[in-house]
């Protein structure tokens, strides 16, 4: 089973940064799999923001497009959103996420592929 724990949520002022943290465990070697971070304001559903996959596949929500950059660490066990020029819509629970298999075009439209997900950690952008 596999566990992550997100770090780096906080609160900072509009076109300020923060960098989010994603480790996982319970990985078995060789395996494929996709991680990606998804966030989820009051009131509103949860939506894709990026994912990465262990190929290097890459992809952003257009919202968050030359905003936000995806990494994975050399061990790929760790994934790490840095946000830059941060608005007020950012504002919102961020969850990391991972799905067995490498990512696919779709999957920031949809939660239903991903099935381990951390606890969440709060960002908030105060103008």
């Known amino acids: 089973q596999v566990q992550l724990v997100e770090f780096g949520g906080g609160s900072v002022q509009v076109g300020g940064s923060l960098t989010l943290s994603c480790e996982a465990s319970g990985f078995t070697p060789d395996d494929w799999y996709c991680m990606a971070w998804f966030r989820q304001a009051k009131g509103k559903e949860r939506e894709g923001v990026a994912y990465i996959d262990t190929k290097g596949k890459r992809d952003y929500a257009d919202v968050v497009k030359s905003r936000f950059t995806i990494s994975q660490d050399g061990a790929k066990n760790k994934v790490v959103l840095q946000m830059n020029s941060l608005k007020p819509d950012d504002s919102a629970m961020y969850y990391c996420?991972?799905?067995?298999?490498?990512?696919?075009?779709?999957?920031?439209?949809?939660?239903?592929?991903?099935?381990?997900w951390g606890q969440g950690t709060q960002v908030t952008v105060s103008s």
């Open positions: 996420a991972v799905a067995d298999g490498l990512c696919y075009s779709w999957y920031l439209d949809t939660t239903a592929e991903f099935n381990s």
